[in-house]
């Protein structure tokens, strides 16, 4: 017998697997599910086992109620321009671009002020013309935002096509916050269809 107290400590608080379980106890997974649905403690699903392999220590996130105006401010700002400007397409992370710094400083305050995220988590993409220095790029953005260059993926360099108004408008480059959580992302969606029921008339 597996006892309950055992099953809810370690599958469901610390989040191993019935193959880990079966191995520390020495006996099959198929037992480990059997004392699993005996004690009425609910699988996860495919996805939920996915996302806590991924992430053994917890979410790289907490969920935080604001308590000040700013912090109301900046989650209703973070929330529109995640609206306006989010790779909301995406179903496996949070996704935002833009050639403003002020901007994507807002948007990490809002993530930051919103929901706590491990920063170490956060990765950046970076898009530029051909007739752009890709380092002097690369270092106006780590210098904006105060991160380091190993949570940067290899520049991407597009064909110049002359000096139109948005080739003017990105001398520094298209810069692309990754912050890759499901379970972030949805919970942000969630908040901003929210937002949209609320605007519809009644």
């Not at 000040?68 to 996704?95: C, P």
């Amino acid at each position: 017998m597996i006892s309950k107290e055992y099953l809810l400590r370690e599958y469901r608080d610390n989040k191993y697997s019935t193959s880990k379980i079966a191995k520390k106890l020495k006996c099959s997974p198929n037992k480990v599910t059997y004392w699993l649905q005996k004690h009425n403690i609910k699988k996860r699903t495919i996805s939920e086992a996915v996302y806590a392999q991924s992430n053994p220590n917890g979410d790289p996130f907490e969920v935080q109620c604001p308590s000040t105006n700013r912090d109301w401010f900046l989650l209703g700002l973070g929330l529109g321009l995640y609206w306006g400007e989010g790779t909301k397409s995406n179903r496996h992370s949070v996704r935002l671009g833009n050639t403003d710094p002020k901007l994507i400083l807002m948007f990490l305050k809002f993530l930051d002020s919103a929901y706590k995220i491990n920063k170490s988590k956060l990765h950046f993409g970076l898009q530029i013309f051909s007739d752009m220095n890709p380092e002097e790029a690369l270092h106006f953005w780590m210098d904006e935002l105060v991160v380091s260059r190993s949570q940067f993926q290899k520049v991407i360099v597009t064909p110049s096509r002359g000096e139109g108004t948005y080739h003017k408008k990105t001398q520094h480059g298209v810069l692309t916050i990754y912050f890759n959580n499901k379970k972030l992302r949805d919970i942000i969606v969630g908040a901003i269809q929210e937002l949209q029921n609320e605007a519809k008339p009644s």
